[in-house]
């Protein structure tokens, strides 16, 4: 498999484009999001960067699978420089997919997030949304309702919970950054086919969010049929869906019937 990496942001070829996509320039990467192939620009979560183990066996079972992949990485993550902020998050994605859908023509851009990723994903769809221009796509892996919540049941962050005034400390310092990611309450105001994913043993977000977001989003959109959740058995935790056997036909399935 293929890519060209270029400040925050690397494009990795279907790996049927592999061969011809070998000491190709930028120009090249980009005239490649119009051959018809579908395109998931996708947003990481909140550790490390996007060069990260895991995240690359996504990125090659996506390429495998046809797509075009745009990882990003962050202001403040990785290569990228700046203070990583909620709405800068946010305006990173819209920047990305607005780039991507200016060169695609009528191939189609799935937004996917990953965990935190997930927060600004719907964050940059709802913005997408009152834009008038909704993603072609969501799909939101391993998704928390909204990061006070998520933060609060964070493994780490537990043993503090009983802690005389932390949980005050700690709200008041999400609040002061202005984090928020309400997931929750963004997927109330979308209309883009949304595919929900979750391994029933994820420890870090637990499915019990995946669900209440599902329930949240099928209950909002008018169009059921384009709210999905798909939820995969023990063994992949919060990391490693990619691993799983049926999570490219999964994500293939849904897209083809929803761009139809």
Known sequence: WWDMVDRNLRHTV???????????????YE????DGNPIIVYLHGSAEHRAASHRLKLV???????????SVDYRGFGDSTGKPTEEGLTTDAIRVYEWTKARSGITPVCLWGHSL?????????KVLEEKGCPADAIVLEAPFTNM????????L???????????????????????VFPNDEN???????????????????????GKKLYEIAHNAYRNKERVKMVIFPPGFQH??????????LTVRDFLSKQWS
């Open 14 to 28: 279907p790996s049927c484009r592999g061969e011809d996509a070998k000491g190709k320039d930028r120009c090249w």
């Open 31 to 34: 005239a490649a999001l119009r």
């Open 60 to 70: 090659k079972v996506l390429s495998d699978g046809g797509f075009h992949v745009l």
């Open 117 to 125: 990723g997930t927060g600004v994903a719907t964050n940059a769809a």
């Open 148 to 155: 006070w919540v998520a933060s609060i049941n964070y493994p």
């Open 157 to 179: 962050l537990k043993i503090y919970r009983n802690v005389p005034g932390f949980l005050r400390t700690f709200m008041d310092a999400l609040r002061k950054d202005k984090i």
């Open 187 to 209: 997927v109330k105001f979308l209309s883009s086919p949304l595919l929900i994913l979750h391994g029933e043993d994820d420890r870090t977000v637990p499915l019990e969010y």
């Open 239 to 248: 990391n490693l869906l990619c691993k799983s056997p049926t999570l490219l």
